[in-house]
Structures are given as C-alpha cells and as structure tokens.
C-alpha cells in the first residue's frame, strides 16, 4: 500500500479509541464531521488494509484446552491474565490496568467500518452498486466485531436472562464525542442480526478479495449468530444458504501429498471472510498446544502433519507437546495461511452439522463432517464417523470443531456457549507441571459455567466511561 495511503489512513483512524480526550487534535487537521478520504478508492483500501483485520485473542487463549505453555513462564511468575487463567483460577483479578487491544481492537475498527458506512455515499469515482456493496461489506465486519466483543466481555446467551444482561457498547455511527451505556446481550445480538440482513443483499458472491466478506459470509455469519442463541432452526436455514453460495474446502491432503509446494494466496475460496489472531510460529508463548490435543489426531490427519512440529525449540523436552508451525508470518511466499480469526466455509459446514444432530438427523449430520474430514485425512486412513444418536452425533461435531478451527475465538466459544448443557459442556482439565519436578503436580480445573469465561473490561474503559460496570465477577483494584 502506498505511503500516502497509510498517512491518510492513519490520520483519519487514529483517534478511534472510545476515549474522546485524544481525538480533538485530529479534528483540528480536518474540520469535525469530515474526512480526508474522498475517492471509492481511498475507502477501498480501508479494508483491503491487511493489519486492520487482526484480532487479538490473547485474554482468551488459555481458557480454550488447545493450547498449553512453557512451564517457564507460570513457575514461580507473578499471577498474570496467562497465570489465571491457565490454572483456571477464580480467586484472582485479571482486570488490566493498561489498554487491551483485545477490546480496542475491535472498536477500531468498528468505527473504522462506521467511517465508510458515513461517508463513502459522497464519495468519487464509483457507481451507486460499487458504494452500496462496500457499505454491505463494512456493516458485515462490523457485525463481526460486535459479535467478537460480545462472546468475550458479556455472559453466554441465555434466553431467559438475554433480556436483562449487561453486555457491550453499540457503536453504529462514526461518532468520536458520544458517551454511551452499555446494550443488553439480546440487544446486542439483535444489532448484529439486523446488520447483517441489512448487508446481506448488496454483498458480492465473488468479493475482490477474502479481506472483502462474501455473502455466503453473511449468510455464515448469521447461521453462527443464530447458533450461539440456540435457534438451531434459523442457523440451520443460515449456513444452507451460505453453503449453497459456496461449499468449496480446500484439500488439505492433496496440499500434504504435493509437498506443500503449490502456492495459495488468501483468497482462497475456503475463506468466507479472513482474519488472523495473533498466534505466530517459533514463538514460546504463542504457539505450543498440548499433549492431549496434538494426540487427539489421526496420525495421518494432514492438519497435524501440515501445522504442527514436535520437535521446534520451543516444545519443552518432555512434555509431549507440539508447536504450531503455520502462520502467515512464517511462510515465503506466501502459502496457506491459516484463518484463525475470520469464518471458513469448513465452520458452516460444521454449524449445519450440529443443527443437523440436535434435530435428529444423525446421518445427515454424520456425512456433513465426513465432508470435512475427507478433504483432511490421508485416504488409507480415513475412517467414517461414527454416531448413533442426537447426544452422540452433537458431541462428534463439537469434536471435530476442536480439530478444524484451530485458534483464534472457536474453541473458547463452543466451551462458553456450551457450558450450561449437561450433554455437551465441556470440562477443562490440566495435570501441571509434566516437566518440572521442584513443584508438586496438581490438576486443575476449568468449569463449564466458570466466571472466568467472562472476560473483565480494562479499567480504563471503566473509569473514562461512567455508564460503563464490569461484567465479570474480578475484583476491582481500584
């Protein structure tokens, strides 16, 4: 991108923190209610700017039971956000007291896609249907964001107390001086519902790019939105009709067997909208799963010969973990990057899978995550799956889910939404330190309906905005 776009980008974005304090000298180089961003193309490249569709997911990843971490960096450390919640430990604040990207993050670009959605009506050099596909666009991705923020920082959806639980802020205009109070969870969900049938009609089924949600991403959006609220039904219809717009999975097997040598850009079909999180590879914090997780693959599962090295320097010896290998920074040229924080048509398989099994439709659902699995595992060692019944055939899919979507929110938000049915909530359990043997070995446990799935606001965020109140159950510390 040029420089004279990023200076222009930076200029007109970089007071997008819900503070209003620090946007003044911004204003002051353009007049309030302007930007300097004029042409169709100008606002174009506002999504097409790579590092503006990264999403933090780091408060959240020791919750989720892919990951593990090097013994080094809990043994004898202060308590951390990592700490806690490694060793699922309710006992301790984990509010930050500096910013957190995983919540301003997403703002950002909240208000970045409200920009567009303003202004790129006045803008030149673009037809009416150009305009009217990018503001779909922008309303989708910022449907997502709120759907991000929501499935951190506010309790699991329940019908019964959607109506009355603290949540999130809306933000749905590029307004830097409005103090807002905080939505409903059913509110909130109710935005994104009406922002993505807003959207749904002008977006493309061929976008420029996979930085550029489809509509097979809206449709995929709204199937997930749906089955988080438990309204299988609707998700069920949702992901059809993303599924019938695109069901392309890319083969992962035919990549391992030609020696990962075929060069996949980003904008391949699989990607229904593409993000990453910032997992990143050879790096000790960022990127070692566990035992448990690395052996719950076939070991002619292409995913864990393609991703994932038993021997980088950063496994610890003898722990029996892997490291996650495959990421966008790691790869020259560029190769298939793995999406961890955008939706693959692979998740909406998975979704109408589930919806499938919860209505009883076991080998509907059985043949729906075959269809994953085949283009996954080695052929000599493909198996079908096996369910006998709606309990069975759920608690595969939910499985699976664990396999395909590695990373980013996925995994943290199944155990989340899960967590109050007996059938499928999931149990996190660790038994550490497996290497080191000065301190003595305890399990600890994460429970499904645990606190610590709610994910405590910065205190900034608390203290520059009276209406705002923590939904989480950490202690203030101030």
Not at 321 to 350: E, H
Request: net charge neutral.
């Amino acid at each position: 991108m040029k420089k004279a776009f990023k200076n222009k980008l930076l200029i007109a974005l970089g007071c997008l923190a819900l503070t209003t304090s620090s946007c003044k000298k911004y204003l002051d180089i353009t007049p309030a209610g302007k930007t300097i961003l004029t042409t169709f193309d100008d606002y174009n490249k506002v999504v097409n700017y790579m590092a503006l569709h990264g999403y933090n997911e780091y408060d959240v990843r020791y919750l989720s039971d892919q990951w593990w971490i090097n013994e080094l960096a809990v043994i004898g450390r202060d308590p951390s956000v990592i700490t806690i919640e490694f060793l699922c430990d309710e006992s301790k604040t984990r509010i930050p007291t500096v910013q957190s990207t995983s919540y301003n993050g997403p703002y950002a670009n909240i208000a970045k896609y409200s920009l567009i959605i303003d202004n790129v009506g006045a803008a030149t050099g673009a037809t009416d249907a150009q305009k009217k596909q990018l503001i779909a666009e922008a309303k989708a991705l910022r449907a997502y964001c709120h759907f991000i923020l929501l499935n951190m920082y506010a309790k699991p959806y329940d019908a019964a107390t959607a109506k009355t639980d603290n949540a999130i802020i809306i933000k749905n205009s590029f307004n830097l001086e409005e103090t807002l109070s905080p939505s409903t969870v059913d509110e909130v969900y109710n935005f994104i519902e009406s922002e993505l049938q807003a959207a749904i009609p002008d977006l493309s089924n061929t976008p420029d790019n996979a930085f550029h949600p489809s509509k097979a991403f809206g449709y995929g959006l709204l199937a997930k939105m749906y089955l988080f609220k438990g309204q299988f039904d609707k998700a069920k219809e949702a992901a059809k009709q993303s599924l019938a717009l695109n069901s392309y999975i890319f083969d992962l097997v035919k990549y391992y067997q030609n020696g990962q040598s075929d060069p996949v850009d980003m904008g391949m079909a699989e990607n229904l909208y593409y993000a990453y999180g910032n997992t990143s590879a050879e790096t000790p914090l960022n990127s070692v799963i566990s035992a448990e997780f690395y052996n719950s693959f076939n070991a002619s599962d292409a995913r864990r010969m393609c991703y994932f090295s038993t021997t980088s320097p950063v496994v610890q010896t003898g722990s029996g973990c892997a490291a996650f290998i495959k990421s966008i920074s790691s790869i020259t040229p560029v190769r298939y990057c793995y999406n961890t924080a955008g939706l693959k048509t692979t998740d909406v398989f998975l979704i109408l899978a589930e919806c499938e099994a919860r209505a009883g439709n076991v080998q509907t659902a059985i043949g729906l995550v075959d269809s994953v699995r085949r283009k996954r595992i080695l052929p000599a060692a493909f198996t079908p799956s096996v369910a006998t019944d709606t309990k069975s055939a759920v608690n595969m899919v939910i499985t699976e889910r664990r396999k395909e979507l590695l990373f980013g929110f996925n995994r943290f938000w199944d155990q989340r939404r899960l967590g109050k049915e007996p059938d499928y909530a999931i149990t996190v359990k660790r038994v550490f330190p497996v290497v080191n043997t000065t301190v003595p070995q305890v399990t600890y446990t994460l429970n499904p309906t645990s606190p610590l799935y709610v994910i405590p606001f910065v205190k900034d965020v608390i203290i520059n905005n009276p209406n705002m109140k923590e939904n989480s159950q950490d202690a203030l510390t101030w």
